[in-house]
């Protein structure tokens, strides 16, 4: 006799191509699986892992430092994951949001809300962080975009923002260890990166 077959529903291989915003809000989190932040290109689902406790203790500090500023601007900003949606089946999760006005309720934000999405660059996430979504996010014309770097144990920390310009991001401004990071848009922001590191 035959081996049973599992033909049990499998939503990441069911859907595979096809995911959607309508999708996610009803399959994910997809159960059984570790917990993992969910993003999507072209329909296809990418599992991130959760930052590291330096990732989100550099995220945390910013936004932060970001809060009063952003609000005396216009701004707001929002200290933990959002999902900044380009189309119904693309999306990243921006670590840190600079929005140019409240996202209220919204589970999906479009990205003409974002004024500079905020990334915390982990090793696993390096490429998507450094070259993937920057790109998505000067096509959708997202004016600033702010990468975070940090490695605690080496006591290392770099940020770099990137302004929006001829249809794709240039340097603005680049802080190093050591160093403090100053910026003038979208709003006023003062950082020295040794807060940036767990103390």
């Known amino acids: 006799m035959a081996g049973s077959v599992d033909l049990s529903f499998d939503p990441l291989a069911e859907f595979a191509g096809r995911w959607d915003t309508r999708l996610a809000e009803r399959y994910l989190p997809v159960e059984g699986l570790e917990e993992a932040r969910y993003e999507c290109l072209d329909g296809r689902l990418v599992l991130r892992p959760y930052c590291g406790a330096a990732a989100v203790h550099a995220g945390f500090v910013l936004g932060v430092l970001m809060r009063s500023p952003a609000r005396e601007s216009g701004h707001v900003v929002y200290g933990g994951p959002l999902n900044l ?17 409240s996202a209220e309720d919204a589970v999906w934000v479009p990205a003409d809300k974002f004024a500079m999405p905020v990334e915390c660059v982990t090793p696993a996430s390096r490429g998507r962080d450094r070259i993937d979504k920057p790109a998505l996010c000067a096509a959708a014309e997202i004016p600033y975009f702010l990468r975070v770097e940090v490695d605690h144990a080496g006591g290392r920390a770099v940020v770099t923002q990137l302004r929006l310009r001829h249809g794709g991001y240039r340097l ?11 910026t003038e848009v979208p709003f006023p922001i003062r950082c020295d990166l040794a807060e940036l590191l767990v103390s």
């Not at 603005?172 to 100053?182: C, I, K, M, Q, R």
């Open 172 to 182: 603005l401004t680049l802080a190093t260890s050591g160093g403090v990071f100053e």
């Open 85 to 101: 949606c380009f189309s119904p089946s693309d999306w990243i999760e921006s670590d840190v949001s600079v929005l140019r006005e």
